[in-house]
């Protein structure tokens, strides 16, 4: 079965620090997609930063980074400068092959907290 | 606004009884998905459709049901059969199922809870 685990259920840290969410997973597939989501106290989730396993290169957008570890079956997000608004739970996400469709399983999440 | 939108977003239920929580999408997917999210566990996924008049079964549909009769639309019904119904439902959608680009839009959710 392929699962992903995030290892931290909550974290905190202060208004423009820098902050990395830990996420692993467990495949045998050589080709898939990995995701983080967010989910604001407003519930309403949105895509955060996603990347293709067989791109070396970790997907940059703006303050968002990830540290793709294709071996070691890891994928942290990293958040710079980080700001109130950054405040969510954190998801990070397979895709994978199930009953001929290809669809994401999600981890347990992380609750961010940014304090001013 | 293109977008998904879920209705109640609260709702509470007496045991035994059926509800059923409304999906309405406008962003002319495709695919549409349930998930349930519990504290700790993340989402889970129910059902999910490809195409209208179509659905298949995700990880945990046992006491659900769906129905995909407008692309629009993609209501979830909580069955008397589900044991433990209490839960954070979300909707979403995507452009097709098994989209590379991977993402998908979701709702606002449904808290539904059984007294």
């Known amino acids: 079965a392929q699962t992903v685990t995030q290892s931290q259920p909550e974290m905190s840290v202060q208004e423009a620090e820098t902050v990395t969410l830990s996420c692993t997973y467990d495949?045998?597939?050589?080709?898939?997609?990995l995701f983080w989501y967010k989910q604001p106290p407003s519930r309403q989730m949105i895509l955060v930063i996603r990347q293709e396993a067989y791109k070396q290169q970790n997907a940059t957008e703006n303050r968002f980074s990830v540290n793709f570890q294709k071996a070691a079956k890891s994928f942290s997000l990293k958040i710079s400068d980080s700001q109130l608004g950054d405040t969510a739970m954190y998801f990070c996400?397979?895709?994978?092959?199930?009953?001929?469709?290809?669809?994401?399983?999600f981890g347990q999440g992380t609750r961010l907290t940014i304090n001013p | 606004d293109g977008g998904i939108t879920q209705s109640p977003k609260y709702l509470f239920r007496k045991e035994g009884q059926n509800v059923t929580l409304s999906c309405e999408q406008n962003?002319?997917?495709?695919?549409m998905y349930w998930y349930r999210q519990d504290p700790g566990q993340g989402l889970r996924l129910i059902y999910y459709s490809q195409i209208v008049n179509d659905f298949q079964k995700g990880d945990i549909a046992e006491g659900y049901s769906v129905s995909r009769e407008k692309k629009e639309s993609f209501p979830l019904t909580v069955t008397s059969a589900q044991k433990n119904p209490t839960a954070f439902y979300l909707c979403?959608?995507?452009?097709?199922?098994?989209?590379?680009?991977?993402?998908?839009?979701f709702g606002e959710g449904s808290r539904l809870t059984v007294l």
């Open positions: 979403a959608s995507s452009m097709w199922v098994g989209d590379p680009n991977g993402e998908l839009f």
């Open positions: 495949t045998s597939e050589n080709n898939y997609y």
């Open positions: 962003l002319n997917h495709d695919a």
């Open positions: 996400a397979f895709m994978k092959w199930y009953q001929g469709a290809q669809k994401l399983v």
